[in-house]
């Protein structure tokens, strides 16, 4: 044995270049799986500490719960933790809502609200309130302090008639810009309070729980456990809701894992055939030396082993080398990616992200990574050595010092030319062994592909891609309406229709505005039927609708001509979500309020579509806005889309707010600007995370370049010298080897390209189906293929050059000579 492991460390001395390359190759293998799983599950640790420090605890709530019900569960084992929550009242404010909330001190501690100063309410006259809600209502005040307060009760049919009572200031809350930028805030009230002006029979609490730890396993079973629960304690299912972002930071999500499998299954498939083609190529010539130490008598086993421990010995030193730098690049990576990231020092979770990384408080090192790299390194390695060692140890003495890699097909006519020129000449290096060549094309396509694709799902997923998608237009102002509110009934819409602020005056002034190119208004009907629950919206559009209409059709058919009739619908594809039993064909019966007149209705779903977020704006049914005015004696339009010559015009959106004002009962509720700024906020943190994949698979890429074209010189380094002797000159050399690179390098940006693309369109395609990241156009990836065409041929020019000029060092001789 100790012959095998000299005759092993000997031929690394001998083969110190090779092994230098073969070892540059497993350092840059172990490197990227190190820092690919280590930079990913390090992003989804950050950004899980962050949920946990900015997010509240609690697994779910039951809405609706009555008191009996809550001393049941309080009684029972089933929870581990109950915190309740009761709405029995909102301040009476025209601009701002306001809502007052009893929570008692677990519903708060689980929420993470948090007093500046002060306690919380015990007494039926004590409120917490803030500085922004003091400024809105009009008050002054602080701890101590008594306050006047006009407020309205929360019915089951919505808000009562106002009332007004004086409160003490027993604490105060902290403001966010989220506050003021939504118009909502919040005040804390006591228990008292809540059953004071709530009647027994419209006392009802939100229960905020944890489920105990013995049954805390993954969020499946989680959710299941909470359905349960509900079901026993006669809670209605749709009466709960899970936290889903602590439950995800805190517990394992079996839709998850497949995920992480099937990322670390490319990035460990990468790694394969990176090194099995490094090894493949490079070994094929070191037969003949194996072959040598059978002649003089080593075993089949011996001629294992050797092969198996040069090659270990290698991946030995070349292995913690990679972990060291992964190591350095994984510490590193997050510094700098905060340091990119625009953070908004106003959102709760960036600001969570910003202190643990500043902090160094989320750790980003495991041991397993360590273990999981080093494993795939070292099981690559002895897969890609076992063709070598299965070749050297088969095959006669004779055989092996004669074997050169070539593919032996058995008897036939060898083909040849009359004449040879350099591209001939390439042909035939090629074609010599085909198999070699196809792996070292594939091997360098597959992660081509990845990067074609992967760059192709980037560029559909920009946010001005997002933005145009969730918004239709760049203004969108409302009617401004409110359901179930005693103090306003004028809001409710079958009032507001009688007297629709939305008037045609109103359009114009609107189309004559500098800066708009366009208006489209909408109209809307809320309907009813028997067998649901809930209102459902249909809206109608106008005829420059009809093309994205008929085109947004998944299932069924039906033109706008037919919908202008009025009988027929398309049910949004969304609405599926909500009532999964609707189908093509159904035929409804649906109650709607025309004024003060109820009237009935029977429409066709004459099919099913699918549109973007801004196009469909939540509605249940599409159809055309002459069919929805043909339903109502009155003015039914309350959506306005401004389609503006810039995305974002500050003098445009002053003026338009200017003529809600003007109006009444209107307001500009959304701008393009506004969700995109939102989109980018979302994704920088994924485009970043991404990138550095991209920057990885790159580097894989540009390796493989590097090894197949210094082995295909180094391995012919002696065939070469001796068709230099018989006269190939030093320039028809470099001119060949130049061929031969840019045929690898064509076959795989052809490979790389094509098959990218077409994985690139598909991703596209689904994305658009499944409204993920409001992708709705396909735009190719131009300039990151550009940049692979770029690097590929500029590397291989480079090389092909570098080499060359390094044989011109040897002599021909020496060149003749090698290996022997």
């Known amino acids: 044995m100790k012959i095998v492991t000299r005759t092993a460390f000997s031929n690394i001395r001998t083969n110190k270049n090779r092994n230098i390359l073969i070892g540059i190759a497993i350092f840059l293998t172990t490197l990227l799986l190190f820092v690919i799983p280590g930079i990913g599950f390090g992003i989804v640790n950050l950004e899980f500490a962050a949920v946990n420090k900015a997010y509240p605890t609690f697994h779910g709530l039951y809405r609706d719960v009555k008191p009996e019900t809550v001393q049941e569960l309080q009684a029972s084992n089933r929870l581990e933790t109950i915190g309740l929550r009761c709405d029995p009242a909102v301040m009476m404010n025209d601009e701002y809502s306001i809502s007052m909330l009893f929570v008692d001190k677990v519903c708060a501690d689980l929420n993470k609200f948090e007093l500046a100063e002060g306690n919380f309410p015990e007494r039926e006259n004590e409120i917490v309130v803030s500085k922004g809600i003091l400024k809105v209502m009009g008050l002054e005040g602080k701890i101590g302090d008594t306050i006047h307060i006009p407020y309205q009760r929360m019915t089951k049919d919505g808000l009562d008639f106002g009332s007004e009572k004086d409160f003490v200031i027993c604490g105060m809350m902290e403001d966010t810009k989220a506050n003021e930028e939504r118009k909502n805030y919040t005040a804390l009230v006591s228990k008292a309070f809540a059953k004071q002006i709530l009647p027994a029979e419209e006392l009802f609490y939100r229960v905020y729980f944890r489920i105990p730890a013995q049954t805390a396993g993954t969020t499946d079973g989680m959710e299941e456990e909470m359905k349960d629960i509900a079901a026993d304690f006669g809670i209605d299912e749709d009466n709960y809701r899970e936290n889903t972002e602590y439950l995800a930071a805190n517990y394992v999500d079996p839709s998850v894992v497949p995920a992480i499998v099937m990322i670390m299954l490319v990035v460990v498939l990468a790694g394969v055939i990176t090194i099995y083609s490094i090894y493949y190529v490079s070994m094929i010539h070191r037969v003949q030396e194996y072959g040598r130490l059978k002649a003089i008598g080593a075993t089949r086993h011996q001629i294992r082993q050797i092969v198996l421990k040069e090659g270990f010995f290698v991946a030995v030193f070349a292995i913690p080398v990679g972990l060291l730098a992964g190591t350095g690049i994984v510490e590193a990576a997050f510094p700098i990616i905060y340091h990119f990231l625009d953070i908004d020092t106003e959102n709760t979770m960036n600001m969570a992200i910003k202190e643990l990384v500043e902090g160094h408080e989320v750790q980003y090192l495991h041991i397993w990574l360590y273990l999981l790299a080093a494993g795939v390194a070292l099981l690559t390695v002895y897969l890609s050595l076992l063709k070598p060692m299965r070749i050297a140890s088969r095959i006669s003495p004779i055989e092996a010092l004669r074997y050169n890699g ?119 009907i809320s309907l009813k039927a028997e067998e649901y629950e809930d209102f459902m919206q249909v809206v109608g559009y106008s005829e420059n609708y009809a093309e994205i209409l008929e085109k947004g059709l998944v299932e069924g058919k039906v033109t706008y001509e037919e919908l202008k009739k009025g009988d027929k619908v398309i049910l949004s594809k969304t609405a599926l979500h909500w009532y999964p039993e609707l189908k093509v064909g159904d035929k409804i019966l649906f109650s709607y309020k025309d004024g003060d007149v109820v009237r009935e209705k029977t429409l066709e779903i004459a099919a099913i579509g699918n549109y973007s977020e801004g196009i469909q704006d939540y509605s249940t049914f599409l159809t055309a806005d002459e069919a929805v005015q043909k339903m109502s004696q009155y003015n039914v339009y309350d959506i306005v889309s401004v389609f503006a010559e810039k995305d974002y ?54 390796m493989n370049m590097v090894n197949t074209m210094i082995n295909s010189i180094h391995v012919r380094k002696k065939e070469l010298g001796m068709m230099q002797a018989i006269g190939l000159s030093e320039r028809q050399l470099v001119k060949m080897l130049n061929l031969e690179g840019m045929f690898y390098t064509l076959g795989t940006l052809f490979c790389s390209v094509s098959l990218g693309s077409l994985g690139g369109y598909a991703f596209f395609l689904y994305a658009r189906e499944n409204h993920i990241m409001g992708i709705q156009y396909f735009h190719y990836p131009t300039p990151a293929v550009l940049v692979l065409i770029t690097v590929m041929v500029l590397f291989q020019v480079i090389l092909s050059t570098v080499i060359g000029k390094s044989m011109k060092k040897e002599s021909l001789i020496e060149r003749i000579r090698f290996s022997e």
């Open 649 to 702: 015009d500050e003098t445009l959106e002053k003026a338009l707010e200017a003529i809600c004002q003007k109006a009444g009962g209107m307001e500009v509720s959304d701008t393009w600007q506004k969700g995109y700024e939102e989109y980018v906020t979302a994704i920088s943190f994924m485009y970043i995370a991404v990138y550095l994949f991209l920057g990885i698979l790159g580097i894989i890429c540009m």
């Open 406 to 524: 070539e593919e032996n097909h058995g008897k036939g006519t060898r083909k040849g030319y009359e004449s040879l020129n350099l591209f001939r000449l390439t042909c035939s290096n090629l074609a010599r062994n085909k198999k070699r060549t196809v792996i070292t094309i594939v091997s360098m396509a597959f992660t081509g592909i990845l990067f074609v694709t992967v760059s192709a799902g980037l560029s559909c997923s920009a946010p001005r891609e997002s933005a145009n998608a969730s918004i239709d237009g760049q203004y969108l102002l409302r009617v401004i309406t409110e359901s179930g509110n005693k103090e306003h009934p004028e809001l409710e819409w079958n009032q507001v229709q009688q007297h629709n602020p939305l008037t045609p005056e109103v359009v114009k002034e609107i189309e004559k505005l500098d800066g708009v190119a366009k208006v489209e208004v909408k109209s809307s």
